[in-house]
Protein backbone atom coordinates (compact mmCIF):
# COMPACT_ATOMS: atom_id res chain seq x y z
CA UNK A 1 0.00 0.00 0.00
CA UNK A 2 1.81 3.21 -1.12
CA UNK A 3 0.06 6.65 0.87
CA UNK A 4 0.60 9.98 -0.38
CA UNK A 5 0.36 12.98 2.30
CA UNK A 6 0.27 16.84 1.65
CA UNK A 7 0.84 19.11 4.60
CA UNK A 8 1.67 23.14 4.71
CA UNK A 9 -1.77 24.68 3.21
CA UNK A 10 -3.38 27.39 4.43
CA UNK A 11 -4.65 30.87 4.55
CA UNK A 12 -2.20 33.50 3.61
CA UNK A 13 -2.79 37.01 2.46
CA UNK A 14 -1.41 37.67 -1.33
CA UNK A 15 2.06 38.52 -1.70
CA UNK A 16 2.95 36.01 1.24
CA UNK A 17 4.46 32.31 0.79
CA UNK A 18 3.78 28.92 2.00
CA UNK A 19 5.31 25.71 1.63
CA UNK A 20 3.73 22.43 1.05
CA UNK A 21 5.20 19.27 1.28
CA UNK A 22 4.00 15.71 0.21
CA UNK A 23 5.55 12.38 1.57
CA UNK A 24 5.80 8.96 0.07
CA UNK A 25 5.02 6.42 2.52
CA UNK A 26 4.37 2.22 2.72
CA UNK A 27 5.91 -0.52 0.28
CA UNK A 28 7.25 0.57 -2.72
CA UNK A 29 10.37 0.11 -4.89
CA UNK A 30 11.00 3.87 -6.38
CA UNK A 31 9.37 6.91 -6.93
CA UNK A 32 9.70 8.72 -11.03
CA UNK A 33 8.13 11.96 -11.61
CA UNK A 34 5.89 13.47 -8.89
CA UNK A 35 4.21 16.21 -9.40
CA UNK A 36 1.88 19.03 -7.78
CA UNK A 37 -1.55 19.43 -9.13
CA UNK A 38 -4.22 21.75 -8.04
CA UNK A 39 -7.95 22.52 -8.37
CA UNK A 40 -10.08 25.69 -7.94
CA UNK A 41 -14.03 25.48 -7.13
CA UNK A 42 -15.37 24.89 -10.65
CA UNK A 43 -12.19 24.28 -12.41
CA UNK A 44 -10.59 21.37 -13.77
CA UNK A 45 -7.42 20.01 -11.76
CA UNK A 46 -4.73 21.53 -13.53
CA UNK A 47 -0.41 20.61 -13.23
CA UNK A 48 1.36 23.60 -11.58
CA UNK A 49 4.69 21.93 -11.19
CA UNK A 50 6.66 18.36 -12.00
CA UNK A 51 10.08 17.21 -11.29
CA UNK A 52 11.95 14.28 -12.61
CA UNK A 53 14.02 11.63 -10.43
CA UNK A 54 16.87 13.69 -11.29
CA UNK A 55 15.33 16.83 -10.45
CA UNK A 56 14.58 18.48 -13.70
CA UNK A 57 11.66 20.17 -13.38
CA UNK A 58 8.68 21.85 -15.43
CA UNK A 59 6.75 24.51 -14.52
CA UNK A 60 3.08 25.96 -15.37
CA UNK A 61 3.08 29.51 -17.15
CA UNK A 62 1.40 30.97 -14.78
CA UNK A 63 3.64 29.82 -11.72
CA UNK A 64 6.81 30.50 -13.54
CA UNK A 65 9.34 32.67 -11.28
CA UNK A 66 7.18 32.49 -8.39
CA UNK A 67 6.76 28.61 -7.22
CA UNK A 68 9.72 26.08 -6.88
CA UNK A 69 9.33 22.53 -6.19
CA UNK A 70 11.97 19.91 -5.15
CA UNK A 71 12.40 16.90 -4.04
CA UNK A 72 14.12 14.55 -1.51
CA UNK A 73 14.80 11.44 -2.75
CA UNK A 74 16.32 9.88 0.15
CA UNK A 75 13.23 10.95 2.19
CA UNK A 76 10.34 10.25 -0.28
CA UNK A 77 9.48 13.73 0.18
CA UNK A 78 8.49 16.36 -2.61
CA UNK A 79 8.40 20.02 -2.16
CA UNK A 80 6.75 23.32 -3.18
CA UNK A 81 7.81 26.40 -2.15
CA UNK A 82 4.88 29.17 -3.19
CA UNK A 83 6.13 33.00 -3.38
CA UNK A 84 4.47 36.01 -4.24
CA UNK A 85 0.77 34.12 -3.73
CA UNK A 86 -1.88 35.73 -5.54
CA UNK A 87 -5.83 35.16 -5.27
CA UNK A 88 -5.60 33.14 -8.09
CA UNK A 89 -3.71 30.45 -6.50
CA UNK A 90 -6.80 29.55 -4.43
CA UNK A 91 -7.02 26.24 -4.66
CA UNK A 92 -6.91 22.58 -3.39
CA UNK A 93 -3.13 21.28 -4.04
CA UNK A 94 -2.50 17.31 -4.48
CA UNK A 95 0.50 15.53 -4.94
CA UNK A 96 1.02 13.13 -7.47
CA UNK A 97 4.09 10.45 -8.17
CA UNK A 98 4.38 7.35 -10.09
CA UNK A 99 5.32 4.78 -7.87
CA UNK A 100 6.90 1.31 -8.24
CA UNK A 101 5.03 -0.23 -5.37
CA UNK A 102 5.81 -3.61 -4.20
CA UNK A 103 5.53 -6.78 -5.57
CA UNK A 104 4.52 -4.72 -9.16
CA UNK A 105 7.25 -4.19 -11.97
CA UNK A 106 5.40 -1.08 -13.18
CA UNK A 107 4.87 2.35 -11.81
CA UNK A 108 1.26 3.67 -11.43
CA UNK A 109 0.15 6.53 -10.54
CA UNK A 110 -0.57 7.62 -7.00
CA UNK A 111 -2.57 10.87 -5.51
CA UNK A 112 -2.88 12.76 -2.53
CA UNK A 113 -5.96 13.84 -0.39
CA UNK A 114 -5.07 17.34 -1.32
CA UNK A 115 -4.55 20.27 1.21
CA UNK A 116 -6.41 23.70 0.68
CA UNK A 117 -4.63 27.33 -0.46
CA UNK A 118 -5.98 30.34 0.42
CA UNK A 119 -4.90 33.30 -0.42
CA UNK A 120 -6.82 36.05 0.87
CA UNK A 121 -6.75 39.90 -1.21
Known amino acids: QVQLVESGGGLVQAGGSLRLSCVVSGSFFSIDTMAWYRQAPGKQRELVASITYSSSTNYADSVKGRFTISRDNAGNTMYLQMNNLKPDDTAVYFC???????????????WGQGTQVTVSS
Open 96 to 110: NARVRALPAIIYDNY
